[in-house]
């Protein structure tokens, strides 16, 4: 996504929350400081093959995880989005590339990471204690931001972990991806809420709007980027994306 496309989508976002732009650049700043500390990557560091799976924490995913098991994943580079990496790890999947803002299960995301993966660490305003207390504990690590990008923290678009995941993958030159737990629908899982005590639950106000934004971000890149987009996903309808099943 070009980036001035992507800042008047921001500036709508800024006013819809009422987000800090102020706060968003600071934690970028961090960001940017802790990786110069701790060994931040560059875009072209991450390995990114034509066919890419994004993992999203909705209520399909753990069935979707199980459908994708008929696919020779080594020729998929798998893409979680934060909180979904715990239903990885369950299933014995290490993702190749975790997107996440610091708010999913950490145990299982420094595990994973451990692992192998790759961690794009995503910086906003809400989230600089956590920057801070987990960039330490991580490596192969490549930064991003949804405000102005800096030297080594990016903007390649996109607002929730799932749908910055697409738009990392676009950016990095996939050209199919299949979406997995991707429901954008009004309920939530233990995956995107770990503090949840049941499997799963009504999103509140705030989620139920980003997971809105979210929806149409997907189909932004659907109508406008050079990518096949499917999805295995059994919520929400997505305009130009093609529903498919691997049963």
């Not at 994004?54 to 399909?60: D, E, L, M, T």
């Amino acid at each position: 996504m070009n980036l001035a496309i992507w800042l008047s989508w921001y500036e709508d976002l800024l006013e819809d929350f009422g987000f800090s732009k102020q706060k968003d650049e600071e934690s970028a700043k961090l960001l940017e400081k802790l990786l110069e500390s701790y060994g931040g990557l560059k875009a072209e560091d991450i390995p990114m093959q034509k066919e890419v799976i994004v993992f999203g924490a909705g209520p399909s995913i753990k069935s979707n995880i199980k459908e994708i098991k008929n696919l020779n994943l080594s020729e998929y580079t798998l893409i979680s989005a934060d909180g979904a990496t715990t239903a990885l790890l369950e299933e014995d999947i290490v993702p190749d590339i975790i997107v996440t803002d610091l708010d999913g299960d950490m145990d299982d995301i420094i595990c994973a990471n451990h692992e192998g993966a790759f961690l794009v660490v995503h910086a906003h305003g809400d989230n600089m204690e956590k920057l801070k207390e987990y960039v330490p504990r991580l490596n192969r690590m490549l930064g991003t931001t949804q405000s102005t990008p800096l030297n080594n923290v990016y903007n390649f678009g996109g607002f929730t972990d799932g749908d910055r995941a697409i738009f990392l993958a676009v950016e990095l030159g996939a050209e199919y991806i299949i979406l997995a737990g991707m429901d954008f629908g009004k309920e939530v899982t233990r995956y995107s809420r770990p503090a949840m005590t049941e499997p799963e639950g009504q999103a509140d106000e705030i989620k139920e709007l980003k997971l809105k934004y979210a929806k149409k971000l997907v189909e932004w890149v659907a109508e406008n980027e050079d990518v096949t987009l499917l999805n295995l996903s059994h919520g929400e309808k997505l305009e130009g994306v093609l529903a498919v099943r691997f049963s």
